[in-house]
Nanobody, 119 residues
């Protein structure tokens, strides 16, 4: 099994930056992609970005392209989400999740970390 622990959330002013971390443990050899998702109050969980565990291919939702960067440190089994030029609409609980192959949905999640962007 894989375990995920997010950290790095907080309160920041619009235009500021935060870096989220997703520490991964357990059977990391079974991971196909690691993704960041977010859920704002009263809304569903939204895909933000993901990265292939091997190869490093990345994908982003349009609203964060050019502002957010996902990266991984395989030696430390950690995936990062660098968030720059933050906007109030980025306010949400951010979760990392893992997908074990291209046909399997994300089904292992961390506990989430709150990001609040003030205007």
């Amino acid at each position: 099994q894989v375990q995920l622990v997010e950290s790095g959330g907080g309160l920041v002013q619009a235009g500021g930056s935060l870096r989220l971390s997703c520490a991964t443990s357990g059977r990391t050899s079974t991971i196909y992609t690691t993704g960041w998702f977010r859920q704002a109050p009263g809304k569903g969980r939204e895909f933000v970005a993901n990265i292939r565990w091997n190869g490093g291919n990345t994908n982003y939702v349009g609203s964060v392209k050019g502002r957010f960067t996902i990266s991984r440190d395989n030696a430390n089994n950690t995936v990062y989400l660098q968030m720059n030029s933050l906007k109030p609409e980025d306010t949400a609980v951010y979760y990392c999740g893992v997908q074990r192959d291209a046909q399997t949905p994300y089904n292992i999640w961390g506990q989430g970390t709150q990001v609040t962007v003030s205007s």
